[in-house]
């Protein structure tokens, strides 16, 4: 079973970048699909960006088109999220998830514990 560990929130102003990692460990890294939720008060949670196990397709929401890039290192276990052109809008818990040889945008079942993100002048 793999066991995720987020970093990288922080605060960031308007227009600003942040770049998240998780790091995985146990399991077997290549054969997860891994994804990134984030979870804003008073909201569910939803997905935002996914990134096949094989690294071969990758899924955004609307929200993260264009401005969110998610990558993945197998060889050092991590996937991480590069967020540009930050809003307000984008203040959330984060949470990095994977699901085992599941489609980038599917279901997840092993969870990180989660990063806050805050988007604030």
């Known amino acids: 079973q793999v066991q995720l560990v987020e970093s990288g929130g922080g605060l960031v102003q308007p227009g600003g970048s942040l770049r998240l990692s998780c790091a995985a460990s146990?399991?077997?890294?290549?054969?997860?699909?891994m994804g990134w939720f984030r979870q804003a008060p008073g909201k569910e949670r939803e997905l935002i960006a996914g990134i096949l196990w094989s690294g071969g397709a990758t899924y955004y929401a609307d929200s993260a088109k264009g401005r969110f890039t998610i990558s993945r290192d197998n060889a050092k276990r991590t996937v991480s999220l590069q967020m540009n052109n930050l809003n307000a809008e984008d203040t959330a818990v984060y949470y990095c998830?994977?699901?085992?040889?599941?489609?980038?945008?599917?279901?997840?079942?092993?969870w990180g514990q989660g990063t806050q993100v805050t988007v604030s002048s």
């Open positions: 998830a994977a699901s085992p040889f599941g489609p980038p945008n599917g279901k997840y079942y092993y």
């Open positions: 146990g399991g077997t890294f290549t054969s997860y699909s």
